[in-house]
């Protein structure tokens, strides 16, 4: 381990053992810790750096690029024959914000992540963001071949049945807008953005009752989000 890592002796004892956890997780020895701190420091937790301040935001935003690329690379050379539409599709499903909380609870990374915010209300994103920072230090770390190899073996081949991710549909508005047209009962959706938290929540009426709820980055994610609640309200999710 030392001839992996020299810098080992001088970490403090929490820091060695982020490290050993670390490596588990990624299943390579990391070269710069301190990317890999940075990338589970959530906004709501910055701290100043020489008067810069320092959270994952900038990682997140570039895992996120990372991630999509990775995915696409893996999906192209998985599906030889599938056209365009089929492997989008299956990229948005493993990309989803749902998807990116499950994995992110799976590898273990909830468990350091830094944050100071109300963690029910926001914590799919706050896990989503956590992953993608990680893949973005994972790139800046130890470059693409890293990056693509964690996500094949780590990522997909431990955690994601891709036969059953084919036939699953994750499109909850679309699934509960075909219940609604089935069953002729007519639903609602409506949606406002939440200034403290710049997030989008979603709400989904059934005769002028409420029987979903949904927040997201976006008004589409919140809308899938309230459309999941209300469908699990319903027992109707596939």
Known sequence: MLRRFPAFKILTSS?????KKLRKILGFWPSDLSLYQIALTHKSATYMVNGERVNN???EYLGDSILDAVISDF?????????????TEMRSKIVNGEKL???AVQINIDQFIIQRTNIQLASSRIYEDAFE???GAIYLDKGYRSVYRFISQKIIDEH???DELEITNYNYKSQLIEWSQKTKNQIEF?????DVYNLFTSEV?????VIGLGTGNSKKEAEQNAAHEALISLKELE
């Open 15 to 19: 820091n060695k053992d982020f490290l």
């Open 101 to 103: 909380k499950e994995l």
């Open 190 to 194: 409506s949606s406002y953005i939440n």
């Open 160 to 162: 994601i049945d891709l």
């Open 75 to 87: 999906l192209y050379k998985k599906y030889p024959n599938e056209r365009e539409g089929f492997l």
């Open 57 to 59: 935001e900038r990682l």
């Open 133 to 135: 920072a990680l893949v």
């Open 205 to 209: 009426k059934l005769q002028d009752a």
